[in-house]
């Protein structure tokens, strides 16, 4: 690990820049020329917004929200704004203060510091963005780190120009593209941030680079809040200095990286505890997503590529045009949209299509026929529905459902079920709960016992016959 200066030092050391007004909007692909142009607006007692692009349409919004904005604060603490992805509406203006930013440049420091030493750092997402700046610019500049390479857009760039040990930061889409024999240095980390990183692409991306991959989560307004192993997909470890509770099933947050670092927030995410100091999202992030009706062509491309190879080629297709932010992250493809009684297209029957239907695994261990899956159970499952509406529970079906799931990802068996013995329900199972499923083959190597355990006791149990066996 290494000091972190204070952002103020910094900008005591920088000259100012020169010109009158109180507000200054920043657009620099180079991070040295905007650095210094950031530092030297400070040092001038200017206030600092971040340009997200130079589309006609960005600038126009951004002199509206500038001269909207409050007046300047004191002299002190000269603020930054920057702008939200625009993932759930238009893009809105965000302030930040050196205490803030100051606080997320030690949390990164204590959390991945000692893995980095001189490393330099790389990345691929841009600095007019809270993820890049903080990753790119502020962080590696209070540490003394090198961080003037230029943008890297494509994997091949990595390869190219980057140094044994450089620190590489990223996100989902590129991460998920990156090729599989592609031979480059060895970064110290890989960073993945901005959405849902798939545990196959961090797999594959540890394997190629042969470094660790891990997932930062976080927004513009709430700064970061915790970082997980993302091959392993583990529950997520709160970053230094933020607290976090469960409020009605969803993310509560305390943080020295929000304006009022005493104030419990409530976010919009969905949340279970795992027992030892972290969480578990549960369900979809939110984000754009797409219902969409295929035509033939589209079809045909389905059955051959699978759902998740039509979505990606649709992202790739709107990526060339569009920052990642603006293209959808959730896709559906279906025969016919959905339709009410009265025959109308409504946003609740298009949401359903993307509710869970799952629990999320949170850990899995298998040893000599046996395995214990630990599950949390979404607080919007689809299957709460109708089941029941003053107090919903899952249906007893949908528990023997997700065990015969569960069996085949342990075991390797598929339905169909020679027959289920012994089924029992002991007690029933409620938005939240964390479930312990213990599965075991049967000595007699026909089946498999399952049983779900909670903090509440025992909820489930039975043995599940297959026509084909167990394999030993």
Partial sequence: ?????????????????????????????????????????????????????????????????????????????PPLVLFTSGSTGAPQPIGKSFRQLDAEIAALEATFGGRLGDAGIRGTVSHQHIYGLLFRVLWPLATGRAFDAP?????????????????????????????????????????????????????????????????????????GIAWRDAAAATPWQPLPGVEWRVEDGRLALRSPHLEDAAAW???????????????????????????????????????????????????????????????????????????????????????????????????????????????AVPTDLLFFDGHFDAAPVVPGVVLVDWAVAQVDSAFGLKPPLAGIEVLKFQKLVVPGTALSLRLERLADGRGVSFAYESAEGSHASGRLRYASGVPA
């Avoid at 990595?158 to 592609?182: I, R």
């Avoid at 999202?281 to 039509?310: P, Y």
């Fill in 265 to 375: 927030v409530s976010t919009a995410d969905r949340v279970a505890a795992d027992g030892e100091g972290r969480f578990v999202l549960l369900g979809l992030r939110r984000g754009l997503a797409v219902v969409a009706c295929l035509t033939a062509a589209g079809r045909e491309r389905w059955v051959n590529g699978g759902r998740r190879g039509l979505a990606a080629e649709l992202r790739r297709g709107l990526l060339s045009a569009f920052e990642p932010s603006l293209v959808p992250r959730h896709w559906r493809f279906v025969e016919t949209l959905p339709r009410n009684a009265q025959g109308k297209v409504t946003e609740v029957g298009l949401a359903a299509l993307f509710r869970p239907r799952t629990p999320v695994v949170v850990s899995s261990v298998a040893d000599e026929g046996r395995c214990v899956v630990e599950l």
């Fill in 1 to 77: 690990m290494r000091p972190c200066r204070p952002l103020a030092e910094l900008v005591a050391d920088a000259p100012a820049a020169s010109g009158a007004g109180p507000d200054i909007a920043l657009f620099e692909p180079d991070p040295r020329r905007f650095a210094e142009a950031l530092l030297g607006a400070w040092r001038a007692g200017r206030r600092v917004w971040l340009a997200p692009d130079q589309q006609p349409a960005t600038l126009a919004a951004l002199r509206q929200s500038m001269a909207q904005w409050p007046s300047t604060p004191g002299p002190a603490e």
């Fill in 151 to 223: 943008r890297i857009d494509f994997p091949g760039q990595w390869a190219a120009q980057a140094c044994e040990g450089d620190l590489l930061v990223s996100t989902p889409s590129l991460l998920a593209q990156w090729p599989p024999s592609l031979d480059g240095p060895k970064p110290a980390l890989v960073v993945s941030s901005g959405g849902p990183l798939p545990p196959e692409a961090a797999h594959r991306v540890a394997a190629v680079l042969r470094a660790p991959v891990v997932e930062v989560f976080g927004s513009t307004e709430t700064g």
